[in-house]
């Protein structure tokens, strides 16, 4: 499974982004996919994540309200509307895939990792 992300960029503080992340290759059909972001001198974090099985969806509360997950199952794509972008929320943007599909939060039980897309906001 490969996993490419884009959409990152440099946005003033209050403006919007919206992160893709397309898989492609031996892709099940049952799988968690979850969005990971980290700064400089920072712990990798989960940003949000969701699942395939009954489309359950998860966001962390540093971003409850404002990002938003999706997916669209006929393009093998996820991804992170981001709103109300503040400062705090500059970080490199990794998307992630556990074909195991357990629904996680730690970022070590997911196998495969895309690129990462730097995301900067200016204040």
């Known amino acids: 499974v490969q996993l490419q992300a884009s959409g990152g960029g440099l946005v003033q503080a209050g403006g919007s982004l919206t992160l893709a992340c397309a898989a492609s290759?031996?892709?099940?059909?049952?799988?968690?996919q979850a969005w990971f972001r980290q700064s400089p001198g920072k712990e990798r974090d989960l940003v949000a994540k969701i699942s395939t099985r009954y489309g359950r969806v998860a966001v962390a509360d540093a971003v409850k309200g404002r990002f938003t997950i999706s997916r669209d199952n006929t393009k093998n794509t996820v991804y992170l509307q981001m709103n109300s972008l503040k400062p705090e929320d500059t970080a490199v943007y990794y998307c992630?895939?556990?074909?195991?599909?357990?629904?996680?939060?730690?970022?070590?039980?997911?196998?495969?990792w895309g690129q990462g897309t730097q995301v900067t906001v200016s204040s």
């Open positions: 290759g031996r892709t099940g059909t049952s799988y968690t």
């Open positions: 992630a895939q556990d074909p195991s599909n357990r629904y996680a939060s730690a970022s070590d039980l997911y196998r495969y």
